[in-house]
C-alpha cells in the first residue's frame, strides 16, 4: 500500500505557471512509476506525463510537450509536475499514480485524490 497526496493546484491566468507535488508515503517509493492524469467536467480521464523508477524516461501527451516537465525526488519521496504557458484547456482535476509495473495508465494501482488547477482566460 502507498499513499499518494497531490498539492500545488489553484488559479492562475492563461500563460502563468503552477507546480504541482505528489508527496508518497512508504519506503519504497524509488519502486514505482509514476505520473500523472487529468480530468475535465464532462471529459473522459486522460494521461498527461509519466516517468521512470530512476527518471531514465519521461512520457508526455502531445498537447503538453515543451510546456510541461515531470520530475522526481527518490530521497524525499516526491514527484513533481512543472507546468509552464498554461492555457484554458488545461484546466482540470490533476491526479498523482503510481504502479510498480508499467508507466501508469488507467490501469495503474494507485491513485491520489487529485488537485484541481483552474487557467482562467
Known amino acids: 500500500q502507498i499513499q499518494l497526496v497531490e498539492s500545488g493546484g489553484g488559479l492562475v491566468q492563461a500563460g502563468g505557471s503552477l507546480r504541482l507535488s505528489c508527496a508518497a508515503s512508504?519506503?519504497?517509493?524509488?519502486?514505482?512509476?509514476m505520473g500523472w492524469f487529468r480530468q475535465a467536467p464532462g471529459k473522459e480521464r486522460e494521461f498527461v506525463a509519466g516517468i521512470s523508477r530512476n527518471s531514465g524516461s519521461t512520457e508526455y501527451l502531445d498537447s503538453v510537450k515543451g510546456r510541461f516537465t515531470i520530475a522526481r525526488d527518490n530521497v524525499q519521496n516526491m514527484v513533481y509536475l512543472q507546468m509552464n504557458n498554461l492555457k484554458p484547456e488545461d484546466t482540470a482535476v490533476y491526479f498523482c499514480?503510481?504502479?510498480?509495473?508499467?508507466?501508469?495508465?488507467?490501469?495503474?494501482?494507485?491513485w491520489g485524490r487529485g488537485t484541481q488547477v483552474t487557467v482562467s482566460s
Open positions: 512508504g519506503r519504497t517509493f524509488s519502486r514505482y512509476a
Open positions: 499514480v503510481g504502479d510498480p509495473i508499467r508507466v501508469p495508465d488507467l490501469r495503474a494501482r494507485y
